[in-house]
């Protein structure tokens, strides 16, 4: 959490470096990470002692901050991801504001993290140097490893304890299914698209 100025410098230079920015200051269309400077700044002026000036400041970029995830489509709260976050791409990014991200992780397109159904404090916490695949689902109480690479698409509700391990997958009633340590959610047959396509090209036959 960014307490001081210090903090901030550090939690700056961080973010640059997990993102392979070359300078402080980004170009003109790298919303991104024009977007992490401005979500540092408002955690800054958020965890400070108030006065006049930080209660200016920090209205000041909570109207920059509401501008930037309207335009870029990310929903990101203060003080949940630590130093080091990477955004990957402009796209869907949805947190939970009680969910715990660690140091250095790179969260991709199309992430949702968030709370246990019926449950708000059920959250996920995350631990350091996380990847975080497009399309990945994390919701509930549990705990993702440091080290750990979630694959695209993935569905998470139970934890993972170790670095980087492989889907199981099983077969069922000729379905595909991934392990129950990973998701309880099924996983497409791989043939599914080879069969469409099949299916196409004999009804375009036909037509």
């Known amino acids: 959490m960014i307490t001081n100025k210090t903090d901030l410098l ?22 991104i990470w024009k977007y992490q400077i401005v979500l540092r700044k408002l955690e800054y002026y958020s965890n400070v002692s108030q006065n006049i000036w930080t209660k200016i400041n920090k209205k000041y970029y909570l109207y920059k901050i509401k501008n930037y995830e309207r335009t870029l489509n990310f929903s990101i709260p203060i003080n949940v991801c630590e130093r080091g976050l990477s955004i ?13 991200i660690g140091k250095n992780c790179r969260i991709h397109v199309g992430v949702n993290i968030g709370a246990a159904a019926g449950n708000a404090n059920a959250v ?31 569905v998470i509700n139970k934890d993972i304890l170790e670095e980087n391990i492989p889907p199981q997958y099983y077969e069922k009633n000729g379905e ?4 129950p340590h990973y998701s309880t959610v099924a996983k497409p047959c791989k043939y599914t698209a080879i069969v469409v396509s099949a299916l196409l090209c004999i009804i375009a036959g036909i037509m």
Request: charged share 25%.
């Open 88 to 100: 990957a791409h402009v796209g869907p990014i949805i947190i939970n504001d009680r969910a715990q």
């Open 10 to 31: 550090e939690y700056l230079e961080a973010d640059r470096k997990a993102l392979n920015r070359k300078t402080n200051k980004p170009q003109k269309y790298d919303w």
């Open 176 to 179: 595909i299914y991934i392990s």
């Open 124 to 154: 996920p916490v995350v631990g350091d140097n996380v990847y975080i695949g497009p399309g990945a689902k994390l919701f509930g109480e549990i705990r993702i490893a440091d080290g750990v690479a979630i694959g695209a698409n993935s």
